[in-house]
């Protein structure tokens, strides 16, 4: 069965400009979550979606947004790109949202210039 | 709020060693959920293991094992008869039983094993 998918797998932007990546989760999957990983300030949880509403944030400024379709598939935005912005970002899905842990995809590199 | 710390940056040990990565957190509630996640140069991070609070056994899977001890917010993983294969870094979480499908992750430890 296919695992998490995102695309596209690096990405090249400038500051200043918006970048939307996506997530395909597992079949089946209704929860997906987005973390960002520098090496600055490691793993950090943006936000998560279930039955396409976000149900937790985590503490990003407002140019990180995301939504999830009924297919459950998830994209996030980041908008007036900023070079910290520069990261892996890793997408997550699971069955529901109790707790019995993630599937990731193997991520979207960002790189700001 | 919830804390995850990884002291050991990174470990170096030759193949055939056993080492162990340690994992301490920090939570107010009862009810929470520690992972172990690996995260090899590709950049996925592979699932390793899930225990909740209530479930102090360790737990034993092939060369893996994992010690959770409640007394002392910990939640070790040592890794018998180190292999190559191994080298990657490894990651704590700490998932509390409100916050839904949220992990606060641990800096991770970088693991190498040399031949």
């Known amino acids: 069965k296919a695992g998490v998918t995102q695309t596209p797998r690096y990405l090249i932007k400038t500051r200043g400009q918006q970048v939307t990546l996506s997530c395909s989760p597992i079949s089946g999957h209704r929860s997906v979550s987005w973390y960002q990983q520098t090496p600055g300030q490691g793993l950090q949880f943006l936000f998560e979606y279930f039955s396409e509403t976000q149900r937790n944030k985590g503490n990003f400024p407002g140019r990180f947004s995301g939504r999830q379709f009924s297919n459950s598939r998830s994209e996030m935005n980041v908008s007036t790109l900023e070079l910290g912005d520069s990261a892996l970002y890793l997408c997550?899905?699971?069955?529901?949202?109790?707790?019995?842990?993630?599937?990731f995809g193997s991520g979207t590199r960002l790189t700001v210039v | 709020a919830q804390k995850v710390t990884q002291a050991q940056t990174e470990i170096s040990v030759v193949e055939k060693e056993d080492v162990t990565l340690d994992c301490v957190y920090e939570t107010r509630d009862t009810t929470y959920y520690l992972f172990w996640y690996k995260q090899p140069p590709s950049g996925e991070l592979v699932f390793l293991i899930r225990?909740?609070?209530?479930?102090?056994q360790n737990e034993i899977s092939g060369r893996y094992s994992w010690n959770f001890q409640k007394s002392t917010s910990s939640f070790n993983f040592t890794i018998t008869a180190s292999q190559v294969v191994d080298s990657a870094v490894y990651f704590c979480?700490?998932?509390?039983?409100?916050?839904?499908?949220?992990?606060?992750f641990g800096g991770g430890t970088r693991l190498m094993v040399k031949p």
């Open positions: 997550a899905s699971s069955w529901d949202r109790s707790n019995y842990g993630y599937t």
């Open positions: 979480a700490l998932s509390e039983g409100n916050a839904g499908n949220m992990l606060t």
């Open positions: 225990r909740n609070s209530f479930d102090e």
